[in-house]
Protein backbone atom coordinates (compact mmCIF):
# COMPACT_ATOMS: atom_id res chain seq x y z
CA UNK A 1 0.00 0.00 0.00
CA UNK A 2 1.39 3.18 -1.21
CA UNK A 3 1.42 6.10 1.11
CA UNK A 4 -1.13 7.97 -1.22
CA UNK A 5 -3.33 4.96 -0.92
CA UNK A 6 -3.11 5.37 2.84
CA UNK A 7 -3.73 8.82 2.70
CA UNK A 8 -6.99 8.24 0.14
CA UNK A 9 -8.36 5.51 2.89
CA UNK A 10 -7.57 8.04 5.98
CA UNK A 11 -9.65 10.71 3.75
CA UNK A 12 -12.34 8.51 3.32
CA UNK A 13 -13.03 7.69 6.38
CA UNK A 14 -15.93 8.73 8.89
CA UNK A 15 -13.69 10.93 10.87
CA UNK A 16 -12.23 12.78 8.31
CA UNK A 17 -15.49 13.48 6.96
CA UNK A 18 -16.74 14.79 10.61
CA UNK A 19 -13.81 17.18 10.94
CA UNK A 20 -14.24 18.22 7.17
CA UNK A 21 -17.89 18.78 7.31
CA UNK A 22 -17.87 21.03 10.60
CA UNK A 23 -16.25 23.97 9.74
CA UNK A 24 -15.00 25.46 12.72
CA UNK A 25 -12.82 22.63 13.79
CA UNK A 26 -9.92 22.83 11.71
CA UNK A 27 -9.22 26.33 12.27
CA UNK A 28 -9.69 26.16 15.82
CA UNK A 29 -7.08 22.90 15.76
CA UNK A 30 -5.09 24.99 13.92
CA UNK A 31 -4.53 27.65 16.80
CA UNK A 32 -4.32 25.28 19.66
CA UNK A 33 -1.69 23.85 17.00
CA UNK A 34 0.36 27.81 16.73
CA UNK A 35 -0.10 28.58 20.04
CA UNK A 36 1.23 25.25 21.51
CA UNK A 37 4.39 25.85 18.71
CA UNK A 38 4.77 28.73 20.81
CA UNK A 39 5.02 27.38 23.98
CA UNK A 40 7.09 24.74 22.95
CA UNK A 41 9.74 26.68 20.77
CA UNK A 42 10.05 29.73 23.91
CA UNK A 43 10.83 26.77 26.44
CA UNK A 44 13.36 25.29 23.98
CA UNK A 45 14.87 28.76 23.22
CA UNK A 46 15.30 28.93 26.77
CA UNK A 47 16.97 25.96 27.00
CA UNK A 48 19.49 26.68 24.66
CA UNK A 49 20.16 30.32 25.72
CA UNK A 50 20.84 29.23 29.30
CA UNK A 51 23.56 26.43 27.63
CA UNK A 52 25.04 29.18 25.74
CA UNK A 53 25.00 30.90 28.73
CA UNK A 54 23.17 34.07 27.26
CA UNK A 55 20.24 33.52 29.60
CA UNK A 56 19.42 32.39 33.17
CA UNK A 57 22.67 31.77 34.06
CA UNK A 58 21.87 32.77 37.49
CA UNK A 59 20.10 29.00 37.91
CA UNK A 60 21.72 25.65 37.67
CA UNK A 61 21.14 23.93 34.49
CA UNK A 62 18.95 21.46 35.98
CA UNK A 63 16.48 24.61 37.72
CA UNK A 64 16.29 25.39 33.66
CA UNK A 65 15.30 22.27 32.74
CA UNK A 66 13.02 21.18 35.38
CA UNK A 67 11.15 24.89 34.80
CA UNK A 68 10.87 23.95 31.47
CA UNK A 69 10.46 20.73 31.09
CA UNK A 70 6.66 20.59 31.83
CA UNK A 71 5.96 23.00 29.23
CA UNK A 72 8.14 21.49 26.78
CA UNK A 73 6.78 17.96 26.81
CA UNK A 74 2.82 18.99 27.67
CA UNK A 75 3.31 21.61 24.70
CA UNK A 76 4.62 18.24 22.03
CA UNK A 77 1.47 16.22 23.04
CA UNK A 78 -0.76 19.05 22.48
CA UNK A 79 0.94 19.42 18.87
CA UNK A 80 0.80 15.15 18.50
CA UNK A 81 -2.88 15.19 19.30
CA UNK A 82 -4.13 18.36 17.39
CA UNK A 83 -1.19 17.59 14.43
CA UNK A 84 -3.07 14.11 13.96
CA UNK A 85 -6.44 15.62 13.89
CA UNK A 86 -5.45 17.75 11.07
CA UNK A 87 -3.47 15.00 9.45
CA UNK A 88 -7.04 13.46 9.58
CA UNK A 89 -8.82 16.65 8.14
CA UNK A 90 -6.42 16.73 4.89
CA UNK A 91 -4.22 13.67 4.79
CA UNK A 92 -3.69 13.60 0.63
CA UNK A 93 -2.30 17.33 0.91
CA UNK A 94 0.06 16.47 4.24
CA UNK A 95 1.68 12.97 3.27
CA UNK A 96 1.90 13.71 -0.39
CA UNK A 97 4.02 17.05 0.92
CA UNK A 98 7.44 16.64 1.48
CA UNK A 99 7.52 19.61 3.57
CA UNK A 100 5.43 17.51 6.11
CA UNK A 101 7.58 14.28 5.37
CA UNK A 102 10.62 16.05 6.06
CA UNK A 103 9.25 18.31 9.34
CA UNK A 104 8.05 14.59 10.50
CA UNK A 105 11.99 13.41 10.54
CA UNK A 106 13.35 16.23 12.51
CA UNK A 107 10.73 16.19 14.79
CA UNK A 108 11.46 12.57 15.57
CA UNK A 109 14.89 13.84 15.87
CA UNK A 110 14.11 16.77 18.20
CA UNK A 111 12.16 14.70 20.90
CA UNK A 112 14.21 12.20 21.34
CA UNK A 113 17.29 14.86 21.06
CA UNK A 114 15.36 16.71 24.15
CA UNK A 115 14.62 13.84 25.72
CA UNK A 116 18.52 12.74 25.82
CA UNK A 117 19.34 15.65 26.64
CA UNK A 118 16.90 15.93 29.51
CA UNK A 119 18.15 12.73 30.96
CA UNK A 120 21.99 13.31 30.85
CA UNK A 121 20.51 16.54 32.81
CA UNK A 122 19.35 14.91 35.51
CA UNK A 123 21.58 11.83 35.27
CA UNK A 124 25.03 14.36 35.82
CA UNK A 125 23.01 16.14 39.02
CA UNK A 126 21.88 12.57 40.55
CA UNK A 127 25.41 11.31 40.58
CA UNK A 128 27.55 14.28 41.03
CA UNK A 129 24.41 16.17 42.94
CA UNK A 130 26.31 19.48 41.12
CA UNK A 131 25.99 21.30 38.75
CA UNK A 132 26.61 19.48 34.68
CA UNK A 133 29.09 20.64 33.35
CA UNK A 134 28.21 22.77 29.80
CA UNK A 135 30.64 21.56 27.43
CA UNK A 136 31.71 22.43 23.62
CA UNK A 137 29.75 19.69 22.18
CA UNK A 138 26.75 20.69 25.00
CA UNK A 139 26.58 24.47 23.22
CA UNK A 140 26.94 23.06 19.46
CA UNK A 141 24.24 20.80 20.08
CA UNK A 142 22.20 23.42 21.65
CA UNK A 143 23.34 25.57 18.19
CA UNK A 144 21.93 22.84 16.28
CA UNK A 145 19.13 22.57 17.97
CA UNK A 146 17.34 25.84 17.59
CA UNK A 147 18.34 25.40 14.16
CA UNK A 148 16.36 22.08 13.91
CA UNK A 149 12.99 23.86 15.60
CA UNK A 150 13.19 26.61 13.70
CA UNK A 151 13.46 24.17 10.72
CA UNK A 152 10.42 22.27 11.92
CA UNK A 153 8.09 25.54 12.24
CA UNK A 154 9.42 26.80 8.35
CA UNK A 155 8.37 23.23 7.10
CA UNK A 156 5.17 23.42 8.80
CA UNK A 157 4.49 26.50 6.87
CA UNK A 158 5.34 25.48 3.97
CA UNK A 159 3.48 22.25 3.90
CA UNK A 160 0.93 24.79 2.10
CA UNK A 161 3.15 25.81 -0.63
CA UNK A 162 4.94 22.42 -1.64
CA UNK A 163 5.04 22.49 -5.52
CA UNK A 164 6.38 26.25 -5.10
CA UNK A 165 8.95 25.37 -2.87
CA UNK A 166 10.58 21.87 -3.47
CA UNK A 167 8.97 22.25 -7.47
CA UNK A 168 10.37 18.46 -8.78
CA UNK A 169 11.02 17.00 -5.53
CA UNK A 170 7.60 17.42 -4.05
CA UNK A 171 5.68 13.83 -3.74
CA UNK A 172 2.42 15.56 -5.32
CA UNK A 173 4.17 17.09 -8.33
CA UNK A 174 6.32 13.71 -8.66
CA UNK A 175 2.71 11.84 -8.50
CA UNK A 176 1.71 13.93 -11.43
CA UNK A 177 4.47 13.21 -13.14
CA UNK A 178 6.26 16.17 -12.75
CA UNK A 179 3.91 18.71 -13.99
CA UNK A 180 3.96 21.89 -11.90
CA UNK B 1 -15.63 44.75 -4.19
CA UNK B 2 -15.27 48.12 -2.62
CA UNK B 3 -13.01 51.04 -3.38
CA UNK B 4 -10.63 51.16 -0.93
CA UNK B 5 -8.43 54.55 0.46
CA UNK B 6 -6.17 55.25 -2.04
CA UNK B 7 -3.14 55.00 -0.21
CA UNK B 8 -4.23 51.33 0.39
CA UNK B 9 -4.21 50.82 -3.69
CA UNK B 10 -0.70 52.44 -3.50
CA UNK B 11 0.55 49.92 -1.76
CA UNK B 12 -1.01 47.20 -3.25
CA UNK B 13 0.49 48.23 -6.66
CA UNK B 14 4.02 49.32 -5.16
CA UNK B 15 7.15 47.24 -5.90
CA UNK B 16 6.75 45.53 -2.28
CA UNK B 17 3.64 44.42 -3.55
CA UNK B 18 4.45 43.46 -7.24
CA UNK B 19 7.03 41.68 -5.97
CA UNK B 20 5.39 39.73 -3.45
CA UNK B 21 2.77 38.35 -6.17
CA UNK B 22 5.31 37.57 -9.05
CA UNK B 23 7.45 35.37 -7.11
CA UNK B 24 6.36 32.17 -6.10
CA UNK B 25 8.89 32.10 -3.31
CA UNK B 26 8.10 34.89 -1.68
CA UNK B 27 4.41 34.27 -0.30
CA UNK B 28 6.07 30.92 1.32
CA UNK B 29 9.32 32.71 2.80
CA UNK B 30 7.29 35.46 4.14
CA UNK B 31 4.88 33.13 5.41
CA UNK B 32 7.08 31.27 7.20
CA UNK B 33 8.68 34.11 8.55
CA UNK B 34 5.67 35.46 9.83
CA UNK B 35 5.28 32.78 11.73
CA UNK B 36 8.44 32.20 13.79
CA UNK B 37 8.80 35.96 14.44
CA UNK B 38 4.90 35.79 15.70
CA UNK B 39 6.06 32.67 17.65
CA UNK B 40 8.95 34.17 18.93
CA UNK B 41 6.56 37.48 20.20
CA UNK B 42 4.08 35.18 21.74
CA UNK B 43 6.84 33.03 23.55
CA UNK B 44 9.10 35.36 25.06
CA UNK B 45 6.16 37.25 26.37
CA UNK B 46 4.45 34.68 27.68
CA UNK B 47 7.30 33.63 29.50
CA UNK B 48 7.49 37.80 31.24
CA UNK B 49 3.42 37.22 31.66
CA UNK B 50 3.83 33.69 33.67
CA UNK B 51 6.38 35.48 35.91
CA UNK B 52 3.93 38.51 36.53
CA UNK B 53 1.11 36.15 37.19
CA UNK B 54 3.57 34.30 39.53
CA UNK B 55 3.27 31.00 37.69
CA UNK B 56 6.81 30.62 36.71
CA UNK B 57 10.35 31.57 37.86
CA UNK B 58 9.16 32.38 41.30
CA UNK B 59 12.81 32.23 42.60
CA UNK B 60 13.65 34.86 40.24
CA UNK B 61 13.26 38.72 40.26
CA UNK B 62 11.00 39.97 37.41
CA UNK B 63 13.32 42.17 36.39
CA UNK B 64 15.70 39.84 35.89
CA UNK B 65 13.30 37.09 33.52
CA UNK B 66 12.04 40.64 31.29
CA UNK B 67 15.26 41.97 30.67
CA UNK B 68 16.92 39.01 29.18
CA UNK B 69 13.76 38.52 26.87
CA UNK B 70 12.83 42.03 25.70
CA UNK B 71 15.40 42.80 23.21
CA UNK B 72 14.25 39.35 21.80
CA UNK B 73 10.89 39.96 21.78
CA UNK B 74 11.10 43.57 20.25
CA UNK B 75 13.83 42.03 17.51
CA UNK B 76 10.87 39.27 16.97
CA UNK B 77 8.09 42.36 16.01
CA UNK B 78 10.05 43.85 14.19
CA UNK B 79 10.41 41.17 11.84
CA UNK B 80 6.96 40.17 11.98
CA UNK B 81 5.60 43.49 10.83
CA UNK B 82 7.76 43.85 8.13
CA UNK B 83 6.51 40.37 6.84
CA UNK B 84 3.26 41.47 7.90
CA UNK B 85 3.49 44.63 5.77
CA UNK B 86 4.94 42.28 2.82
CA UNK B 87 1.90 40.44 3.43
CA UNK B 88 -0.40 43.26 3.42
CA UNK B 89 1.19 44.60 0.34
CA UNK B 90 0.61 41.07 -1.64
CA UNK B 91 -3.15 41.76 -1.68
CA UNK B 92 -3.78 45.34 0.27
CA UNK B 93 -7.50 45.67 -0.58
CA UNK B 94 -8.66 42.32 0.54
CA UNK B 95 -6.83 42.36 3.79
CA UNK B 96 -7.96 46.05 4.48
CA UNK B 97 -11.51 44.88 3.98
CA UNK B 98 -11.01 41.62 6.25
CA UNK B 99 -12.46 41.96 9.37
CA UNK B 100 -10.42 39.24 10.80
CA UNK B 101 -7.60 41.45 10.01
CA UNK B 102 -9.37 44.26 11.31
CA UNK B 103 -9.47 43.21 14.39
CA UNK B 104 -6.63 41.76 14.47
CA UNK B 105 -4.70 45.36 13.86
CA UNK B 106 -6.71 46.06 16.92
CA UNK B 107 -6.32 43.64 19.17
CA UNK B 108 -2.26 44.66 18.67
CA UNK B 109 -2.63 47.99 19.73
CA UNK B 110 -5.02 47.36 22.53
CA UNK B 111 -2.04 44.94 23.24
CA UNK B 112 0.57 47.89 23.11
CA UNK B 113 -1.51 49.69 24.97
CA UNK B 114 -1.62 47.48 27.64
CA UNK B 115 2.54 47.08 27.79
CA UNK B 116 2.55 51.07 27.86
CA UNK B 117 0.38 51.68 30.79
CA UNK B 118 2.29 48.63 32.46
CA UNK B 119 6.15 50.11 31.28
CA UNK B 120 5.30 53.75 32.48
CA UNK B 121 2.80 53.03 35.59
CA UNK B 122 3.40 49.84 37.22
CA UNK B 123 6.76 49.11 35.87
CA UNK B 124 8.02 52.21 37.01
CA UNK B 125 8.03 51.11 41.24
CA UNK B 126 9.47 47.53 40.21
CA UNK B 127 12.02 48.02 42.76
CA UNK B 128 9.52 47.45 45.41
CA UNK B 129 7.97 44.28 44.27
CA UNK B 130 11.09 42.78 42.30
CA UNK B 131 10.88 39.37 44.49
CA UNK B 132 7.42 40.19 46.00
CA UNK B 133 5.54 37.24 46.22
CA UNK B 134 2.43 37.31 44.79
CA UNK B 135 3.40 40.15 41.81
CA UNK B 136 1.07 43.73 42.90
CA UNK B 137 -2.28 42.94 41.54
CA UNK B 138 -1.89 45.89 38.40
CA UNK B 139 1.17 43.32 37.01
CA UNK B 140 -1.08 40.02 36.95
CA UNK B 141 -3.82 42.02 35.29
CA UNK B 142 -1.98 43.67 32.91
CA UNK B 143 -0.04 40.45 32.44
CA UNK B 144 -3.60 38.31 32.09
CA UNK B 145 -4.33 40.94 30.10
CA UNK B 146 -1.26 40.98 27.71
CA UNK B 147 -1.93 37.33 27.29
CA UNK B 148 -5.72 37.28 26.33
CA UNK B 149 -4.82 40.06 23.92
CA UNK B 150 -1.55 38.21 22.23
CA UNK B 151 -3.61 34.51 22.01
CA UNK B 152 -6.58 36.96 20.45
CA UNK B 153 -4.18 37.84 18.05
CA UNK B 154 -2.03 34.66 16.76
CA UNK B 155 -6.08 33.28 16.43
CA UNK B 156 -7.30 36.36 14.65
CA UNK B 157 -4.14 36.15 12.42
CA UNK B 158 -5.14 32.49 11.87
CA UNK B 159 -8.67 33.28 10.57
CA UNK B 160 -7.69 36.07 8.37
CA UNK B 161 -6.25 32.56 6.16
CA UNK B 162 -9.79 31.79 6.52
CA UNK B 163 -11.80 34.45 5.52
CA UNK B 164 -10.16 36.61 3.74
CA UNK B 165 -11.53 35.31 0.23
CA UNK B 166 -8.62 33.95 -1.78
CA UNK B 167 -6.39 31.32 -1.29
CA UNK B 168 -2.57 31.67 -1.46
CA UNK B 169 -2.21 28.50 0.50
CA UNK B 170 -3.81 25.90 -1.88
CA UNK B 171 -3.05 26.62 -5.67
CA UNK B 172 -6.06 26.02 -7.26
CA UNK B 173 -3.87 24.44 -10.44
CA UNK B 174 -3.05 21.54 -8.24
CA UNK B 175 -5.10 18.43 -9.02
CA UNK B 176 -4.77 16.01 -5.86
CA UNK B 177 -6.78 13.34 -6.98
CA UNK B 178 -3.48 12.21 -9.14
CA UNK B 179 -3.71 10.12 -11.98
CA UNK B 180 -7.75 9.88 -11.91
CA UNK B 181 -9.80 10.23 -15.32
Known sequence: MSL????????????????????????LVQ?????????VFVSILMLSLRVLGRARTDEPL?????????????????????????????????????????KMLLLAIGIVSAAVFGRRVRAEVAVAGSEPLVSGGMRMASVATLVLWVAII???????????VWGSWSPAVLQRGGAL | MRTPPSFIHAIEFS????????????????????????????????????????LLDRHRSVTRTADELLHLTWAAFAGAAISGALFFSANATTYWFNTAFRFKMLAIVLAG??????????????????????????????????????????????????TKGFDVAVPDNIDFDFGAP
Open chain 1, 31 to 39: CFHILMVGV
Open chain 2, 113 to 162: LNMAVFQFVTYRGVARWDRNEPPPRAAQLAAGLSILLWVTVLVLGRLIGF
Open chain 1, 62 to 102: AMTWSRFAPFLWGGIVVLIITGVLLVISEPVRELMALSFRL
Open chain 2, 15 to 54: AFGEWMRSNVLAMPWVNAAHVLCVILVFGTILVVDLRLLG
Open chain 1, 4 to 27: LEIAKAIDSTSLSTSIKTISWIVP
Open chain 1, 154 to 164: ILGRTIAYDDS
